[in-house]
């Protein structure tokens, strides 16, 4: 990667140490991407060559393939601009409202996806909530329409934190604040200065949520599947999870194997192309400077945003508490009908191991990957590391039904069905959003400490838990803090994975809504909500008071 | 200084209990095979969680250590699974208890059930020599308040309910399937019934219960689904009316069966005996679901109730081309 890590001195000067590490590292790639990805072309080579034609040319198979590209594009055209537009109008201290906007901008992707999904059918579905108060519903939110705006509702968040760190790294308020000064109109500044230094940011945002949304699972799930709208992952879980013909087996190795050509072809050239780009570094230094703006755009952009928000997740969640406290299918929502009795009916031992279940896979996997994600970035200051650390930014393209099938094939006649496939599938899966952040943390760190810390004789390990853990400790548990959250209501390769008494609670969610239990699955799905959103709150308090106490500023 | 340490002490500790948790029996290999110990065992069913939830309950209750593993989906999804476990190293199940006989033959003819039942009185009906009907499942009609309900299954073809009447997929739903085999037999109705509600708009959903919501919420006028889901929704106050046809409601009986490498299985053993008995017929019957033991009272059935069922066994051989020929009009998941 950079040419500022060569000039870096290893931390493991001793060579066993590192080839030990290096080892461990190639040895998890291998278990958790190669050997799956293997027994997968095997299957379709060689155990089922001759079904592979029939599959290949089966009329499900191309319109899913269509469906899944028309879906990743579109939603990239809808969630890169939104994103961005938050992105560089949240710059502005003229907005009213600001933080509380930067934190409620983030809900889309904290709410789970499935909850997600499941709301906003109840907010705008027919007989929905807006039908129930003002007689206003959008059928299509059951079609290809609706699963692409959701989708993308879901990814702008992610289209905003790319941009937002590509405006802390690259945008230079000085030249904005000079070219204001010049008499430029802020429209000027926006196409002239803004946009062009963003350019990069914006094209790695619109690679991420173009991965992201083609491997998205459980919104198209909910919103498409009933009205036949079949992705490529939508198809891979009804080939594996509701048809027990053998053929159906092949197409779905298939299209998992299919899925990560795709998203291969789509990251490979995306990133050779932007990586230059994006390494260039900020001419001035210091921090981020507010960008120009004046009073009433302020204001008025404080309400787009805001009445944006409303619609996206305000009474999507809203429709959501209202199914849950209502206390039958068909009745209205006001406070004569109102009961706790699906919440009661949820609280059950059942879902209380579910919920277990579900915490522990989330804790450990994030456990294991801070270190593995640790392990990797140190690794990264010689050539052998940096091609193990580019094989772990890799998998985040393999999409979660991929890796589900592989992991399923490759080693589901020992562990299938158990816990330990699930946390098998979420490390492979996670790997490269734990390692993501310590790998960035690493770069920005002065190589000379370690060095001297070195030559004046601290051991190793001594010069890793004082001159790096230190400062990385916010980067990890940022990883930490992201792996988490997302283990913890993953769904995609749980669904496919989970056996007899091992559901988690995400699982358990799916199933519900699959099985049409509206009140049950809204109740459950508010709980799993709140439990997110507050353990993400605690988390991130406890983010920034690691990063307050060993001096690293809040990234705002 | 001091707050960055004990802010670290706690994830740690939070960790270890973490890992300790991990440990002390969620994860790892051993808990997903079949067999496992003559204390626990496996079982798959596609019976609704209402039901099959105070059964084991009440079933842990009679027989303390003893412990079920369940895994449950509706039949379609069951067959998946099945699939899959065959696929990688053999059927993970000790006991399985179908919606319907139809996919319990099934099993039979795979060699993957059967050559066990327990003693009951479960009248001759309901039982084969290789599983025994524990519950019925009776296919009635459901229509939108305010709206007529249908004197006769024909009815739903009316002019009246054009574009409006839902069915469940048979694809996914033990029920629906068990209704496709008896209408198919009927030469009154056949195939050609399904081609007209089709015709005239009619819409497939998943399941039985997406029916009755849909019903309920007014999107179709009137639709085909189970009894005991369309009495709960109605109980709770769901604006709909639940109604048993002409020539009658089609009774589907739901089997439970012994996997066969599980002969020596106590657990699976005594939770078939178990559902067979008058408790545990009880159970089932309070829980919302038809017992098949004859004087063990069941939930809402009209005094008059016609009832139907169709040829089990004639049907077993003829389901996978019903099945197609349903799929050439409604289509299949």
Known sequence: ?556 | MGTTRKVWVSILAVLLLAVAGCGSGTGGPGTAGGSGSAKSFTLYTCVSDTTINPVIKAFEKAHPGMQVKLYRAPTGDLNARIAGDIRSGGLRADAIWACDPLTMQDYVGQGLIGDWTPATDIPEEYRTDHYVGVALLYMVAVTHEGVAPPASWKDLTDARYDGSVAVPDPNIAASALGALGYFAADPSYGLDFYATLKKNGGTQLSTPTDVVNGVAQGTYKAGITIANSAYAAKQSGSPIAVTWPDPGSVAIYGPIALAKHSADNKAAKSFCSYVTSKQGQTVIADSGSYPTLAGVPGPTEPADAKIVSPDWMKLSHSKDKVLRQYQSIFGGR
């Open chain 1, 1 to 556: 990667m950079g040419g500022r890590r060569s000039v870096a001195p290893p931390v493991f000067e001793q060579a066993r140490a590192r080839w030990a590490l290096l080892a461990v590292v190639v040895v998890a790639v291998l278990a958790l991407v190669v050997v799956p990805l293997a027994a997968m072309v095997r299957t379709v080579t060689v155990d089922a060559g001759g079904r592979v034609g029939a599959v290949l040319t089966a009329p499900g198979f191309g319109s899913a393939i269509g469906t899944s590209l028309i879906v990743a594009a579109a939603v990239t055209a809808l969630a890169v601009p939104v994103g961005a537009a938050f992105a560089v109008a949240l710059r502005g201290s003229h907005v009213p409202t600001r933080t509380a906007l930067r934190v409620a901008v983030l809900l889309p992707v904290l709410v789970p996806d499935f909850v997600l999904g499941f709301s906003w059918l109840a907010a705008f579905g027919r007989s929905g909530f807006v039908d129930d108060l003002i007689g206003w519903s959008w059928p299509g939110v059951q079609s290809l329409a609706g699963v692409t705006v959701v989708l993308a509702v879901n990814a702008a968040p992610v289209a905003y934190l790319l941009t937002v760190s590509g405006l802390s790294a690259r945008a230079e308020s000085d030249l904005e604040w000079a070219a204001r000064a010049a008499g430029a109109r802020p429209w000027t500044v926006l196409r002239t200065i803004t946009m062009p230094l963003l350019a990069p940011s914006l094209a790695m945002a619109a690679t991420v949520v173009f991965v992201l949304a083609l491997g998205a699972f459980a919104i198209p799930e909910i919103l498409g599947s009933a009205t036949g709208v079949h992705t490529v992952t939508t198809r891979i879980y009804a080939d594996l999870a509701s048809s027990s013909d053998p053929a159906s087996f092949v197409a779905a190795v298939t299209l998992a194997l299919v899925l990560v050509l795709i998203a291969a072809a789509v990251v490979g050239p995306a990133d050779a192309l932007l990586t230059p780009g994006l390494r260039t570094t900020r001419t001035s230094g210091g921090s981020l400077g507010a960008a120009p703006g004046g009073r009433v755009a302020g204001r008025l952009a404080a309400t787009m945003m805001w009445c944006y928000l409303a619609v996206a997740v305000g009474i999507p969640l809203l429709a959501l508490l209202a199914t849950a406290v209502t206390r039958a299918v068909g009745v209205l929502p006001v406070p004569s009908n109102w009961t706790l009795a699906n919440f009661t009916a949820v609280l059950t031992a059942r879902n209380g191991e579910a919920l277990g279940r579900s915490m522990v896979l989330a804790l450990v996997a994030a456990s294991v990957l801070a270190v593995l994600g640790g392990v990797v970035a140190l690794l990264e200051r010689d050539r052998a590391g940096r091609a193990a650390g580019t094989l772990v930014a890799l998998t985040f393209v393999l999409p979660g039904s991929t890796l589900a099938v592989g992991l399923l094939i490759g080693y589901g006649r020992w562990i299938g069905g158990s816990l330990l496939i699930i946390g098998l599938a979420y490390l492979a899966k996670l790997w490269a959003l734990a390692h993501r952040p310590v790998s960035g943390a690493l770069d920005r760190l002065p190589p000379e400490e370690t060095h001297a810390s070195r030559v004046s004789g601290a051991t190793s390990w001594v010069a890793l838990r004082t001159v790096l853990l230190r400062p990385l400790a916010p980067a990890l548990l940022a990883g930490w803090l992201v792996c988490f959250l997302t283990g913890l209501h993953e769904v995609t390769m749980s669904s496919l994975l989970y056996g007899p008494g091992n559901e988690t609670l995400a699982v358990v969610v799916l199933n519900s809504e699959e099985l049409g239990q509206v009140g049950l699955t809204a109740a459950l799905s508010v709980l799993l909500t709140l439990l997110v959103l507050v353990l993400a709150a605690v988390l991130w308090w406890l983010v920034s008071r690691v990063r307050r106490s060993v001096g690293v500023p809040d990234v705002r």
